[in-house]
């Protein structure tokens, strides 16, 4: 059995590592943009995945001011990433072709928090606006092309909520036209607001935040938010925030950062406690507590697994393989030395998957459900957290140094 070790303090990067939606895109984006958390679609699912090694070419190098754990967003020839030094949050945007920067964004913030209290979450870029939201609780809109700020708020004070132990970590999302957050607060345990204004359109009562971000979807019939707050897994209305289902997990003590996956209208999770499990839905929208599969090969604390032609890939005390239409069944676990292992970010399609550990080095795996087929390895950062932008051929990764970008075409 492999599981991975749980290690206080690294939950926090939950969404910088931070959730899922379905956002409405262009075809030509989908090739050409990675607009927010695990890309166009929220599943870390791309056309865009080389099929045999790339040569390491450094296109354009950008000094970043610190440690901040939240994710790389590209979209409309802009790259934005988040940063953190010198008691501020910086939201930083340049040009994607060379590198130019062309504005950068900051706020003060001087909160002493575990790992430092930068951002966490990747920002959203959706219909030439970018939302960003820090560690603290600081919610912003700005535009694209100029960062010229639209309106901007604090989540924890609007909502009279507490910043959780390792702060905010949901990555917006945008549903039905509404941007979705999870507060946290006792009558806003997740609310809906208007992307324009930052207005409230509804809020709903429940547990405080979790770490993980929330996807969109159709279960059972029903479209519906999904995700977790600190004690559950949960189902929300789009249009009215209500809740409509609930699960607690059987044992206790998950800290809830890993994202959910829609794997056709059923749902992955993976947590350290539970262990991954594949649940099915009623037909009215309600989730069926008991799992149709489960699999304790692996339990992620952080981590979200990757499903792609069929196979779901996670890493733990070493990388895993299971078939997620034959009852989560283990296909293979490579636990080898030069393995990938612990926490990491999967990004697959053209059946094979790029690895990304958080030792700085980047795998690519021909996706085969006979055996692990790694074609090459490489150190490409000094090592972080962060999630990486795929988008256009080019590959955008930052370290507490350092914002890249790499040709991977």
Request: charged share 20%; with cysteine.
């Amino acid at each position: 059995m492999m599981r991975l070790n749980r290690e206080k303090g690294k939950l926090m990067f939950a969404s910088a590592v931070s959730a899922g939606v379905l956002v409405f895109i262009s075809v030509a984006a989908l090739a050409a943009d990675w607009p927010q958390w695990r890309g166009p679609s929220r599943d870390s699912i791309t056309g865009e995945v080389p099929t045999k090694m790339p040569e390491k070419k450094v296109l354009w190098r950008r000094p970043m001011a610190g440690k901040c754990s939240a994710g790389v967003a590209v979209s409309g020839g802009f790259v934005i990433v988040p940063d953190h030094g010198d008691g501020k949050d910086y939201l930083r945007c340049y040009r994607a072709e060379k590198g130019e920067p062309a504005w950068t964004h900051s706020w003060d913030n001087d909160a002493e928090m575990e790992y430092t209290s930068g951002p966490r979450a990747t920002p959203l870029v959706h219909e030439g606006m970018v939302y960003a939201l820090g560690a603290t609780g600081q919610l912003c809109c700005l535009k694209l092309d100029t960062g010229t700020v639209v309106w901007q708020m604090n989540l924890a004070e609007l909502f009279k909520a507490e910043v959780p132990q390792y702060g905010y970590c949901s990555s917006p999302i945008i549903v039905d036209g509404k941007l979705i957050v999870n507060p946290g607060g006792k009558d806003a345990s997740v609310a809906a607001l208007d992307p324009k204004t930052g207005k409230t359109i509804w809020e709903t009562p429940g547990a405080p935040a979790a770490y993980a971000s929330f996807i969109v979807g159709t279960f059972g019939g029903v479209r519906q938010i999904v995700g977790y707050d600190s004690e559950s897994l949960g189902g929300w209305d789009p249009a009215t925030g209500k809740r409509l289902w609930k699960l607690v997990p059987p044992t206790h003590g998950d800290f809830n950062v890993g994202t959910p996956v829609d794997v056709a209208g059923k749902l992955l999770v993976c947590t350290e406690n539970n262990y991954t499990r594949l649940h099915g839905f009623s037909d009215g929208g309600a989730i069926i507590e008991k799992p149709l599969a489960r699999n304790d090969d692996l339990g992620m604390d952080m981590g979200t697994p990757t499903v792609v032609d069929g196979l779901a890939f996670g890493t733990g005390m070493g990388l895993v393989c299971m078939d997620a239409n034959d009852g989560l069944k283990t296909l293979w676990a490579s636990n080898e030395d030069d393995s990938p292992r612990g926490f990491s970010h999967i990004i697959a399609g053209n059946g094979h998957a790029l690895i990304f550990c958080e030792n700085g080095t980047m795998h690519l795996l021909a996706v085969d459900r006979r055996q692990p087929k790694i074609l090459g390895s490489v150190r490409m950062t000094g090592g972080a957290l962060s999630h990486p932008a795929l988008a256009d051929g080019r590959l955008y990764i930052r370290d507490d140094r350092l914002l890249y970008c790499y040709n991977l075409r």
